[in-house]
């Protein structure tokens, strides 16, 4: 079996990912009775995580952690020995399984992997990849990103009648359009502000049930809901690859505006895709950001593939 040691080396290696870089304070993540677990496709250990309404907590604030999300991270996965060997004849692993507990850093000095394709240098900000919470090195404001010469942004609608229980919805009709994530949602005795997070059962962008941002909530069943929602046009030259996560900006987008499901096209190229705000945006050249800057800053030179230093405390 590969996996196991065969040989020695004359340094050993400083550490491995996720591991503490220094004995200097540590803060994490606030979390009530229930809250921090491993979503449904696990957590990655010496990554970035978001947290997500897919569960409430008692203080009914978001409960489940993913290494993938939108806008800035929650926190780091610290290493401390909580991964678990699920696989027959698996022979390590750093994966933390679906529904298991965890603690969410938000501050520290922590080792991970540069996962960018340049050298992480001294003072270089790190970013945090939207899909897989993969951290890479670059001078601030330097995301990286795809990109469109003749991008727009059509508002779109639908309408569906459902129930709401707690911070779940539970659509019994759909009277028009489609549901997607990311759509924000009004009607009889539900919140201001309220979007729909992700589809949780039934029918894709239909009848079924579906996780909110805001939870607490009560709405009766066979109330009629409105939904807004905005289909972007990635069009013209395409430079890069859109996807799941990425913010948009450019001419015309005042607000953060986040692309949420491809809807036709091929992956990641020009095509349409659902984003949730409710705007219109004339034909323009737009960027997506694919990788979000992080509090954390490189402490360490690290080839790519190698293991940097990173800090959340500021120096000077």
């Given at each position: 079996?590969?996996?196991?040691?065969?040989?020695?080396?004359?340094?050993?290696?400083?550490?491995?990912?996720?591991?503490?870089?220094?004995?200097?304070?540590?803060?994490?993540?606030?979390?009530?009775?229930?809250?921090?677990v491993a979503g449904a496709f696990g957590v990655i250990v010496g990554r970035?995580?978001?947290?997500?309404?897919?569960?409430?907590?008692?203080?009914?604030?978001?409960?489940?952690?993913?290494?993938?999300?939108?806008?800035?991270?929650?926190?780091?996965?610290?290493?401390?020995?909580?991964?678990?060997?699920?696989?027959?004849?698996?022979?390590?692993?750093?994966?933390?399984?679906?529904?298991?507990?965890?603690?969410?850093?938000?501050?520290?000095?922590?080792?991970?992997?540069?996962?960018?394709?340049?050298?992480?240098?001294?003072?270089?900000?790190?970013?945090?990849?939207?899909?897989?919470?993969?951290?890479?090195?670059?001078?601030?404001?330097?995301?990286?990103?795809?990109?469109?010469?003749?991008?727009?942004?059509?508002?779109?609608?639908?309408?569906?009648?459902?129930?709401?229980?707690?911070?779940?919805l539970n659509v019994t009709a759909v009277n028009s359009g489609t549901i997607?994530?990311?759509?924000?949602?009004?009607?009889?005795?539900?919140?201001?502000?309220?979007?729909?997070?992700?589809?949780?059962?039934?029918?894709?962008?239909?009848?079924?049930?579906?996780?909110?941002?805001?939870?607490?909530?009560?709405?009766?069943?066979?109330?009629?809901?409105?939904?807004?929602?905005?289909?972007?046009?990635?069009?013209?030259?395409?430079?890069?690859?859109?996807?799941?996560?990425?913010?948009?900006?450019?001419?015309?987008?005042?607000?953060?505006?986040?692309?949420?499901?491809?809807?036709?096209?091929?992956?990641?190229?020009?095509?349409?895709?659902?984003?949730?705000?409710?705007?219109?945006?004339?034909?323009?050249?737009?960027?997506?950001?694919?990788?979000?800057?992080?509090?954390?800053?490189?402490?360490?030179?690290?080839?790519?593939?190698?293991?940097?230093?990173?800090?959340?405390?500021?120096?000077?």
């Amino acid at each position: 079996m590969s996996g196991f040691q065969t040989q020695a080396a004359y340094n050993p290696a400083p550490a491995v990912e996720g591991d503490f870089a220094s004995t200097n304070p540590r803060t994490t993540v606030m979390a009530a009775a229930g809250a921090l677990v491993a979503g449904a496709f696990g957590v990655i250990v010496g990554r970035f995580a978001w947290k997500s309404y897919a569960q409430v907590d008692s203080d009914n604030a978001p409960a489940v952690v993913n290494n993938f999300g939108t806008g800035p991270v929650a926190g780091f996965i610290h290493r401390e020995q909580q991964g678990l060997i699920e696989q027959y004849l698996q022979e390590s692993t750093m994966l933390v399984p679906a529904g298991f507990p965890m603690t969410v850093f938000d501050g520290g000095d922590f080792w991970v992997k540069n996962n960018g394709a340049t050298p992480a240098l001294d003072g270089m900000k790190v970013y945090a990849n939207y899909a897989d919470g993969k951290a890479t090195a670059a001078v601030t404001g330097a995301p990286n990103g795809a990109t469109t010469s003749a991008g727009s942004i059509a508002a779109a609608t639908s309408g569906f009648a459902a129930s709401i229980v707690g911070n779940v919805l539970n659509v019994t009709a759909v009277n028009s359009g489609t549901i997607y994530p990311g759509t924000t949602i009004s009607g009889t005795d539900v919140a201001t502000g309220t979007k729909i997070v992700s589809q949780l059962s039934g029918t894709p962008g239909g009848i079924g049930t579906y996780s909110l941002n805001i939870a607490d909530q009560d709405v009766d069943p066979g109330t009629v809901i409105a939904g807004t929602y905005g289909v972007f046009t990635a069009g013209g030259t395409i430079a890069g690859v859109f996807g799941v996560g990425d913010t948009l900006t450019g001419t015309g987008i005042t607000a953060v505006t986040t692309i949420r499901q491809q809807l036709t096209g091929p992956a990641g190229g020009a095509g349409t895709y659902a984003v949730d705000v409710n705007t219109v945006v004339a034909s323009a050249a737009l960027t997506a950001a694919t990788n979000v800057e992080t509090k954390w800053t490189v402490r360490s030179f690290a080839q790519p593939g190698e293991l940097m230093k990173i800090t959340s405390w500021p120096q000077g």
